[in-house]
């Protein structure tokens, strides 16, 4: 029997200060004992926010992410993040101004042009593992950071290395230190405080935008983009339907946008590969074998297909981000439920991706799982899903398979400390203690 129409699903009933809080700080409780409870769908009370309804059966992911993109938006969704990445990033924009700027960026993101920058990633990843301790333990996360962002800082923006590409990055590490998005938060008299730590990311966002425009500026007046492989001469050549270029604006906040959509994430996921794949031996044993003569172009770590299917399994177990979010802006039917217009759909790619259902045993760290196999977009999904799937997706992956391919056949570790715990790290989910490992003599 079908269950009354034109109703939000059910959800916890405790007051909505306190299921943010619940959301906030013990996040995989929560959403355990909510899936228990409710199932498929339920609806979780924010306050500011009002109805998030988290949703993670496939027919129903299906309906989110092919619904029009005027019924759904996440532009609107993700305002937060625009004191960092500008008004006309991508991530911000909704309908045809979104279209138009993802067509722009997408083709120099695509699959197999990734190879082209396999040897700059490895090579970034050589000269990170060069400075690790031997014989004492330390985290992995400040290197994956380290590396993540040079291969940005290179490959998307096409610096070259050197004292001048050493303190921009000092200088954008600097810049997101005090968790740019809480000031979307600040009313405007707060804003205007001489001194205060809005004014301060304000100062040091301007002296970085100097830097960005005279970067693009000078790329545009080189004239050499045919030449080169980096992502923003290829955004610098690009064209929309009607023959336009990208403004300066719009290649700033872009370039922004990636930096602050691509570097932590990829990190993040690194770090927990590493823990993941340190933490199984029976894994590590597999990995080990495919990596024992690993191939002299490093282009040929993203095909060898175990180390593949343990960025996805990594991906899937341990998803950085947990949810995705978009507004409803007309009422929408989903399976039983009708969400109106000004509540949130929240496929939920954590509990998703931990449903037995769909991934039998699914504590098991089993990369098997992947071989050979396409993962179903409405049931693996790290990356989001429809027109809003990352764009990062196919760079991330194989930035992923290159940094661990790379390292795997070169360092021995072995995993320090208590066990790994899942923590919030602002928006994502991080190792506890950002992985600690030993780096043994070999
Ligand atoms: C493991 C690493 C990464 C993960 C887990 C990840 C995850 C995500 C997720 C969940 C979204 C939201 C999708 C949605 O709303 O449906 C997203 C959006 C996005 N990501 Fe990534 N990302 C990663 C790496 C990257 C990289 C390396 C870049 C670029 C250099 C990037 C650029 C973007 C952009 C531009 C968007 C916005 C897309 C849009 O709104 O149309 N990401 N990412």
Redesign the pocket.
């Known amino acids: 029997m079908l269950r009354p129409q034109g109703r939000l699903p059910p959800g916890p009933r405790r007051p909505a200060p306190l299921q943010l809080a619940e959301w906030a700080f013990r996040p995989l409780p929560f959403l355990r004992m909510c899936a228990r409870r409710f199932g498929d769908a339920f609806t979780v009370k924010l306050p500011r926010f009002g109805n998030f309804v988290y949703v993670s059966a496939p027919e129903l992911l299906k309906q989110i992410f092919t619904a029009p993109a005027d019924q759904l938006m996440?532009g609107k969704a993700n305002y937060i993040l625009e004191p960092l990445v500008g008004k006309s990033s991508?991530?911000l924009l909704d309908g045809a101004d979104?279209l138009r700027q993802?067509r722009l960026?997408l083709p120099p993101f695509h699959g197999e042009r990734m190879q082209a920058y396999a040897r700059l990633m490895q090579e970034i990843t050589l000269a990170s593992v060069e400075r690790w301790p031997v014989g004492e333990p330390f985290s992995l996360h400040p290197y994956m950071q380290a590396i993540t962002l040079d291969v940005?800082l290179r490959a998307?923006f096409g610096l070259d290395e050197g004292a001048q590409m050493r303190a921009f990055a000092a200088r954008l590490v600097s810049l997101f230190k005090p968790r740019p998005f809480l000031f979307a938060f600040l009313p405007d008299w707060m804003r205007e405080i001489p001194g205060s730590p809005y004014q301060k990311f304000m100062l040091q966002r301007a002296e970085i935008d100097r830097e960005l425009y005279a970067l693009i500026d000078e790329r545009r007046r080189a004239g050499d983009a045919a030449e080169r492989t980096d992502i923003l001469s290829l955004l610098l050549s690009a064209r929309d339907e009607d023959g336009r270029p990208m403004s300066d604006e719009e290649l700033r906040d872009e370039l922004m946008?990636?930096i602050a959509?691509?570097h932590e994430?990829?990190a993040t996921?690194l770090s927990w590969a590493f823990e993941r794949i340190l933490a199984t031996p029976e894994v590590a044993a597999r990995l080990d074998g495919e990596l024992r003569t690993p191939p002299a172009d490093p282009a040929e770590l993203g095909k060898l297909p175990y180390l593949d299917a343990t960025v996805k399994e990594t991906?899937r177990l341990r998803p950085?981000?947990p949810i995705?979010v978009r507004q409803v802006q007309r009422e929408l039917a989903l399976g039983p439920w009708r969400l109106p217009a000004g509540s949130y759909a929240v496929p939920c790619i954590w509990l998703t991706q931990h449903r037995a259902d769909l991934f039998p045993d699914p504590e098991r760290f089993q990369p098997e799982r992947f071989v050979g196999t396409r993962p179903d977009p409405y049931q693996w999904l790290?990356?989001?899903?429809?027109a809003?799937?990352?764009?990062?997706m196919a760079?991330?992956q194989f930035e992923m398979t290159v940094v661990l391919g790379t390292v795997l056949s070169r360092a021995r570790l072995r995993l320090d400390g208590p066990p790994v715990e899942v923590v919030r790290r602002s928006i994502t989910f991080a190792p506890s203690g950002g992985t600690r490992v030993v780096r043994d003599r070999v």
């Open positions: 996440a991508v991530l979104h993802r960026l940005i998307v946008t990636m959509a691509g994430t990829t996921a991906l950085i981000i995705v790290p990356f989001g899903g429809g809003r799937r990352c764009i990062g760079f991330a």
